[in-house]
Every structure is written in C-alpha cells, then in structure tokens.
C-alpha cells in the first residue's frame, strides 16, 4: 500500500512541477508585454544576434 501511495505522489509531481513552471513562466511574459518591455527585449535581441553574425 505504501508504495503505491509514493507512486503516484511521484506522478503527480511530474505532472504539476513542469505545468506549475509554465504557468509561471506565462505570467512572467504577460507582465513583462504589458509593461511595454516586448520592444526593448526584442531590439537587444536582434542586436545582439545581428553581432553574433557579423552583420551589425
């Protein structure tokens, strides 16, 4: 009995651990587009891979 009850506390925790990041993650991008950062990530971001190439 115990080890079926550590079973699934360990499938349950592989199922919310990485939804909980998402989750997580998704509330972070939203803050971040909603205090106007999109443009100024996505400017350095294209600087910065425009340099790794030679470019600019």
Do not use: F, H, Y
Not at 28 to 38: D, F, R
């Amino acid at each position: 009995m115990k080890e079926c009850r550590n079973d699934n506390k360990k499938r349950i925790a592989r199922i919310i651990v990485p939804l909980l990041l998402i989750v997580i993650a998704l509330a972070l991008i939203a803050v971040g587009i909603a205090s106007k950062q999109l443009t100024a990530v996505w400017d350095k971001a294209s600087k910065l891979c425009l340099e790794c190439v030679g470019i600019g």
